[in-house]
């Protein structure tokens, strides 16, 4: 039967329905916890910038939630999960055509594409940390379209759809250490390289204004993780339970490993490492989360720590202006946490895995390598051709006086903070009223 479109109505579901209630519910509220998960990153981001650029930061997140859900719903999902060849999927689910209630394992197919959707959004949100503060908005918003086509739906095609070339490599990734951190963080910094610096770089020190903001969205993130890695089982069993335990483990043994540097180093522990710390090693452990055991959960997010926390020093000296640091913790902190996925990885914890180094196939570690190589190699050629494109018709960067006024206001035409009370606005017939029983000048002319 066709609807008025003439798509096939998929929205009749059958009696007997593999579909399960307790997978359906936890599908559910994992695709919440993972929406959530972007405007956490908006306040995480948010804070770490100067206050006259946080609105703009914070939308660069906000309206990837617009433009990407919509872009998923009528090309992406298609292109990522369409059957297609071992490159790109096809257009046989474009608009969602035959989307529906009907089973995908134990869940709604719908229910599938929106999960995945949310995946989708907070990858090209991820890129934005390494060009806040310069970027214009109207072709940030260009880039993030263009890329979420080009570079997510293929790289997901690559490394989830069961006709990708990387799935049927063997290589591993439970939750997105190949399809979102890494891929975003060489996007980011080819960004960043393309874009240049800050005016300020290097001039003057670019400190985070709002560091409890910077707290409350890493913790919103660790909340919201838990979705994103135990969600990645796609149902309510003991895989889910053990990736939402390695999603628990990591970042707590990323944590005490950094403040442990942090305190050799300096003798103190800021609030900044300490965020930045747990979003590391969410990283790190999102491809290995169903994987590995929980023990290794937590030697991955100790071991994270280290490349991570030596790279964001050594990018400080540097004339590469990765703002907020998006290649240490998601590019490096994804390659680690992949490496790393070969490494632990046992069949005794997820049967459709591979057994690791340790457990006697050191071959996993080479084909986790390929896909890392492949995926960098791919995103940061196909992200330099889409900036250099988009270059050739609007301007990728603000002016300098720009940059100087804030990005909020000449993006967006407002203020993070506002400065005063507003003026007072006074409608004409009132005007000549006062002007004559006060003598002084009116404030302000309501048209």
């Not at 290649?327 to 070969?342: I, K, N, P, R, S």
């Not at 490494?343 to 390929?370: E, H, M, R, S």
């Not at 603000?398 to 203020?415: P, V």
Request: glycine residues 10%; proline residues 4%.
């Amino acid at each position: 039967m066709l609807d008025p479109l003439g798509f096939p109505n998929v929205w009749i579901a059958a009696e007997a329905s593999p579909i399960s209630g307790a997978d359906t519910a936890w599908m559910l509220v994992a695709t919440a916890l993972v929406l959530l998960m972007t405007p956490a990153l908006a306040f995480f981001y948010g804070g770490l910038v100067r206050s006259k650029n946080m609105l703009n930061t914070m939308m660069m997140s906000f309206v990837a939630t617009g433009f990407i859900t919509v872009l998923w719903a009528l090309l992406g999902y298609s292109l990522a999960f369409g059957a297609g060849n071992r490159w790109i999927g096809d257009l046989s689910m474009a608009a969602l055509r035959g989307v529906g209630t009907e089973p995908n394992g134990t869940i709604p197919a719908v229910l599938f594409m929106a999960f995945q959707a949310t995946f989708a959004i907070i990858t090209p949100a991820l890129i934005s940390g390494a060009i806040v503060e310069r970027m214009r908005f109207v072709s940030y918003i260009l880039f993030i379209a263009l890329w979420s086509l080009c570079v997510y739906s293929p790289v997901c095609h690559w490394v989830w759809s069961t006709s990708g070339w990387i799935f049927n490599l063997g290589a591993l990734d439970f939750a997105g250490g190949t399809v979102v951190h890494i891929n975003a963080g060489v996007a980011a910094l080819v960004a960043a390289t393309v874009l240049g610096r800050r005016k300020d770089y290097g001039k003057q020190a670019l400190l985070p204004h709002n560091v409890p903001l910077v707290l409350l969205g890493a913790g919103l993130l660790w909340f919201g993780w838990f979705g994103f890695n135990a969600g990645s089982a796609l149902a309510s069993g003991s895989l889910a339970a053990t990736a939402f335990v390695n999603t628990f483990l990591a970042p707590a043994a990323t944590l005490v490993v950094w403040a442990l540097l942090d305190l050799i180093r300096t003798g103190k522990v800021t609030g900044v490492g300490t965020a930045t710390a747990i979003v590391v090693g969410l990283v790190a452990v999102t491809p290995a989360a169903g994987f590995v055991a929980p023990i290794w959960g937590l030697a991955i997010g100790a071991i994270a720590a280290l490349p991570s926390y030596l790279v964001i020093l050594w990018r400080s000296k540097t004339r590469l202006d990765d703002s907020l640091d998006v290649v240490a913790a998601h590019g490096l902190g994804g390659t680690t946490g992949a490496l790393l996925t070969g490494v632990f990885c046992q069949t005794a914890i997820n049967p459709a895995g591979k057994d690791g180094l340790i457990y006697g196939n050191p071959g996993q570690v080479a084909t986790q390598l390929v896909a890392i190589l492949a995926t960098i190699v791919f995103s940061g050629a196909v992200s330099f051709a889409l900036l250099k494109l988009i270059g050739l018709f609007v301007p990728l960067r603000a002016q300098e006086k720009e940059e100087a006024s804030g990005m909020d206001l000449t993006q967006h035409g407002e203020e993070s903070y506002s400065s005063g009370e507003g003026a007072i606005l006074v409608h004409e017939d009132e005007v000549a009223r006062l002007a004559l029983t006060t003598q002084s000048k009116p404030l302000g002319v309501l048209s």
